[in-house]
């Protein structure tokens, strides 16, 4: 038996198992619309123009090393994220940032931050929630559950029409705010 029998299966995450229903559907007119990644009329992987071209970049830069990367990402990178997000005038002075593999990655480590340095610091404190959109990724609860963080959901699909539930978006909104404010008194710091 193996040692990791006792192992649970994750379950399906809905997202990924639209992939699944694809591939089963016999249809010869189907489109793959679930996974956020470009296909051929063959159903593989199509790669943008410009990816090929920074990789063919990268490859014939006579500067390009295999060196290990600082700890918290390569500092050209991080400028260019944080100019391109947040423009010229978010210095490094004033934000923060830290290169990660993938959204997986980055939210990992973001909720590692909270829960290290964030989260329960205080006695008696509610600790801090975060609110992820239903629905969304599978994993993204799974994470804020290994490192501790409490996490609830807001609206934002409306499955009736496929479109965006403004609405209840709203009502969910104003429902986290109103308890931020009463549990964390905020009222001095916005007035």
């Not at 619309?33 to 123009?49: C, E, M, N, Q, S």
């Not at 410009?50 to 600082?70: I, M």
């Not at 391109?84 to 002075?93: C, F, K, V």
């Not at 934002?156 to 404010?181: A, H, P, Q, R």
């Amino acid at each position: 038996m193996s040692q990791f029998a006792a192992v649970p299966k994750a379950p399906e995450d809905p997202i990924l198992g639209l992939n699944v229903l694809y591939k089963a559907d016999p249809s010869p007119s189907k489109v793959n619309l679930g996974v956020g990644a470009y296909r051929t009329d063959d159903h593989k992987p199509w790669i943008l123009p410009v990816v090929h071209k920074a990789e063919q970049a990268l490859l014939n830069d006579p500067n390009a090393d295999h060196e290990y990367l600082p700890i918290d990402g390569s500092p050209a990178y991080q400028e260019a994220a944080r100019k391109l997000i947040l423009g010229d005038s978010a210095g490094a002075d004033r934000v923060a940032t830290v290169q990660s593999l993938s959204g997986t990655g980055a939210l990992r480590v973001g909720f590692e931050l909270l829960r290290r340095f964030y989260v329960n610091k205080q006695p008696g404190q509610t600790p801090a929630k975060i609110y992820f959109p239903n629905p969304t990724w599978g994993n993204h609860h799974n994470i804020a559950r290994d490192t501790g963080i409490v996490f609830g959901e807001y609206r934002y699909f409306d499955s009736k029409t496929n479109g965006l539930d403004f609405k209840g978006m709203c009502e969910d909104i104003k429902v986290i705010i109103l308890f931020y404010f009463i549990f964390f008194d905020f009222y001095p710091a916005i007035s």
